[in-house]
C-alpha cells in the first residue's frame, strides 16, 4: 500500500489537536498513531487514512463527487455510533496536506477475538460470539455494512469485544499475503464477494460464521495457507462440523452462518442470537 507515512513519522501535530507519540499499526485504508489529544489530555488512536479516494467504498452514504465530503459525511455519522460493543470514533478531520483522519479510544494489550477465544468454556466462547453479533445488529440497523469483519476487526479487552473499523472498506485491498503466509481477509470472506457480488449483511454474517468456528474449533475451517485450495474450499466445500465436538444445534447455527448461498444464510444478527440462546 501506497501512504504517506513521511506526512507524520516523527511528533508532530495533526489537525492543530493531536500531538502524535508513535505508529502503532498499518491496515485497511491506512496508518494508525498513538496520539496524546491537547484539548483533553487523553492518549488516543489516529488513524491517518492514506488510500486514494477512487478507491474507497461507502458503507452508509451514496457517492460524491468530492470524496473529501463524503468521508466528512461519512465520519460524522461514525462518530455518532455509541455501543459498548462498537470502537468509539472520537473526531475526524484533514491534516495540513489535506488528507483525512480520524481518531478512536486507543485500546491496549487488546487480543483479537480468536486469541480471546483460546482456552476458554464453550459458554465463554459463545459470550464473545453474543457480544459481536450484539456489535452487528446496533450497525445493521443503522445501514451500515462492515464489509471487512476479521479478527484484527474485533478485538477483545477485559472480556469486552469492541468491533473496528466499520464503515468504511478499501476496494480490491480484501486478498492480502500476512508475512507467516496466511490470507488475511479473504480467509473470511463470502463466497459471494469473492465473485465479485457486493458485500451485503449476508456477507458479514458469513465472516461471524468463519469466526465463530474458529472460536469453537480453535483452528480455522480451512487451510489459510494455500491460496488456490482456500479459494475452492470456501466456493465449494463445507468444513467439518464433527470437528466442533459441540451439540447438534450449535453446529446447525453456524452450518447457517456458513451457508455457500446466501439466500440460505442467516441474514441479520437477531436470529443467529436466538437460535444460539436456544441451542445453549
Known amino acids: 500500500m501506497q501512504s504517506s507515512d513521511s506526512d ?5 501535530l495533526v489537525g492543530s489537536r493531536y500531538h502524535v507519540i508513535n505508529r502503532i499499526g498499518a491496515g485497511g485504508m491506512g496508518i494508525v498513531f498513538r496520539a496524546t489529544d491537547r484539548l483533553t489530555g487523553k492518549v488516543v488512536a489516529l488513524k491517518q487514512v ?12 451514496g457517492a460524491s463527487v468530492d470524496f473529501r465530503l463524503s468521508l466528512a459525511q461519512e465520519f460524522k455519522t461514525l462518530a455518532s455510533m ?7 470514533v472520537l473526531d475526524y478531520g484533514f491534516n495540513a496536506a489535506r488528507q483525512p483522519y480520524y481518531t478512536m479510544e486507543l485500546l491496549e494489550d487488546a ?3 480468536i486469541e480471546a477465544g483460546r482456552g476458554l468454556s464453550l459458554d465463554g466462547k459463545i459470550n464473545l460470539l453474543t457480544q459481536l453479533l450484539q456489535a452487528l445488529i446496533y450497525l445493521h440497523r443503522r445501514g451500515i455494512i462492515h464489509r471487512d469483519l476479521k479478527p484484527d476487526n474485533v478485538m477483545v479487552i477485559n472480556s469486552q469485544v469492541k468491533v473496528l473499523d466499520f464503515g468504511l472498506a478499501v ?3 480484501f486478498i492480502s499475503q500476512e508475512e507467516e ?11 459471494e464477494v469473492i465473485q465479485s457480488a457486493p458485500a451485503t449483511e449476508a456477507s458479514d454474517m458469513y465472516a461471524v460464521g ?3 468456528y474458529e472460536i469453537i474449533a480453535e483452528r480455522h475451517p480451512f487451510n489459510v ?3 488456490g485450495g482456500l479459494v475452492h474450499n470456501m466456493l465449494m466445500t463445507m468444513p467439518d462440523f464433527d470437528a466442533l465436538d459441540v451439540d447438534e444445534r450449535i453446529s446447525e447455527v453456524l452450518m447457517k452462518l456458513l451457508a455457500k448461498d446466501p439466500a440460505e444464510r442467516y441474514h441479520s444478527p437477531r436470529p443467529v442470537l436466538d437460535d444460539l440462546a436456544a441451542a445453549i
Do not use: C
Open 181 to 191: 503466509g496466511v490470507i488475511g481477509t479473504l480467509a473470511y470472506m463470502a463466497p
Open 82 to 88: 455509541r455501543h459498548p460493543n462498537i470502537i468509539s
Open 210 to 212: 468463519v469466526m465463530g
Open 225 to 227: 495457507k494455500d491460496i
Open 8 to 12: 507524520i513519522t516523527s511528533p508532530q
Open 50 to 61: 492514506t488510500t486514494p479516494g477512487e478507491q474507497l467504498e461507502f458503507a452508509s452514504s
Open 111 to 113: 487480543q483479537t477475538i
Open 171 to 173: 476496494a480490491r485491498q
